[in-house]
Nanobody, 120 residues
Framework: QVPLVESGGGRVQAGGSLTLSCVAS????????IGWFRQFPGQKRKDVAS??????INYWDMKGRVTISKDDAKRTLTLQMNNLKPEDTAMYYC???????????????WGQGVAVTVSS
């Protein structure tokens, strides 16, 4: 079973919005941290936003333009992205893990990623 399955990516014009969703298996969802990360071509995966098991939310990137939320009943993580810019074009991944800090390098479970393309 794929631990995390993202959806909602696509193409949008600059200034537009997209909502990414991630449905998690039980083993992937109930970790210390679950979050969204993105990867630009040729670069390492970077942190965008995360929620830990205490409910603490951290925004690492795209601050003021994204909102992360989760629905425990549906084991779903959502990332609402607004005012998108061409430089937001990247692959977006859902990840989860048990290491404190919720950083991309510490995540144990990953989805396959979704592409987000923002045109000018």
């Amino acid at each position: 079973q794929v631990p995390l399955v993202e959806s909602g990516g696509g193409r949008v014009q600059a200034g537009g919005s997209l909502t990414l969703s991630c449905v998690a298996s039980e083993i992937a969802y109930y970790r210390y941290c679950i979050g969204w990360f993105r990867q630009f071509p040729g670069q390492k995966r970077k942190d965008v936003a995360s929620i830990d098991s205490d409910g603490a939310i951290n925004y690492w990137d795209m601050k003021g333009r994204v909102t992360i939320s989760k629905d425990d009943a549906k084991r779903t993580l959502t990332l609402q992205m607004n005012n998108l810019k061409p430089e937001d074009t990247a692959m977006y991944y859902c990840g989860s893990g048990d290491q404190y800090g919720c950083s991309a390098h510490a995540m144990e479970y990953w989805g396959q990623g979704v592409a987000v393309t923002v045109s000018s």
